[in-house]
C-alpha cells in the first residue's frame, strides 16, 4: 500500500523521530563529559599508626612522647651537656646532687629514688614504674623522672647495655652494670631496710601459694631502649622490671623473668599501701688503676738515671 500523508510510517515522522534519538544522545554526552571533566572522588586518608590517632568524633591526637629524644642523653658526654643546661640540678655536697627527684652520691655510688607502696596482693611485673606508667602490675610507684634516674646513671659512669639471655635463662650480668637495690622505711620512727628481692615472692604453684624469696642479688642495669618514638623508659614508665622488659630502665636478670604470672609482693614484710619507702641503689664500685710497674732497666734508687752510679764513681 502507498503511504500517505500522516501515515506512521511517512518520512516526516521519521525526521521527528531522528531529531528525538539525536537530542538523547547529545544529552548523554553532554552529561557524560560533564562528569568525565570533575575530579575523581578520594576518600580520606587516615594516620599512620606512629602519627597518631582519630576518634570517633573526627578529632586528631598525635602520637605521645613524640619528642623525648630532646630529653633523653645517650652517653655520657650528653649527660655533661644536659647537666650544664639544666638549672634543675643541684648540687646538695661535695660529692651528692640533685635531679628532680633523684638523688645521687658520686663518691659512693649510690642513687636514692622516692617512692610509694602501690600493691600488696596480686601477681606484679614490675617492682618500681612511675604514677602514670603500669601502677596496675606493680609493687612501687615514684613520682621521679626515668630521664632524671637515667642522667645520674650516666654521670656516674654506666653505660646501656642488651638485655640478652635465652628463654626462661638467667641473663648474663656484667660486673659494670651489675646493682645492688635496697628499700627502706620507717616503722613507729626506726628505718626498716630490706633488699628488693626479700619483698618479692616467686609463686610457681599459684598466688595463694607461700612461694619463695626472689633469688637475685645483682639487678641488671640495661639503660632502657631508643626507638623511633623516643625513650621507652620515659613514655612506659618502667623503671625496675620482674618481668624481661628491655624498655625499663633496670631488669631483673633471673630465669623466673619469662613468666609473667610468678610474682607476689611479700605482704608480711610490706607496709601498707600508699607508705612512703626510699630505693637506694647501689652500683659497682670503679676498679682501681693497676700500680704503674717500671722499666725492667731501672734501679729502685734512681729509676729514672742510668748515669748516677758513674757520676758517684767521679
Known sequence: MKPTKGNATSPGWLKVAKAGVFAVLFAAFHICFAAWGEPPS???R???PDQGTISPSGKFSPSPAMTTNDLSPRTTAEAQTTLQRALRVNQTGSNTFQIGRVE????NRTVRVPARVC???QIVEYALVTQ???AYESVFTTEASPVDLHLAFLLLGLAPVPVGGNLRMP???PDTNALRIEVTWETNGQPVL???SELI???EKGPESPGRKLTVEKWLYNGSVFDRWGFAALREGSIVALIRDPSALINNPGGDRDNDNLHMPNALLLPAEGWPVRFVISLPQCPLSPPVKPPPWASPVTPLSTNQSANDQK
Do not use: C, M, N
Open 171 to 173: 641473663a648474663p650480668v
Open 201 to 203: 615472692s616467686v609463686v
Open 132 to 134: 602514670t606508667g603500669k
Open 42 to 44: 578520594v576518600s580520606k
Open 194 to 196: 630490706f633488699p628488693l
Open 119 to 121: 600493691l600488696r596482693t
Open 104 to 107: 645521687f652520691d658520686k663518691q
Open 46 to 48: 587516615t594516620p599512620l
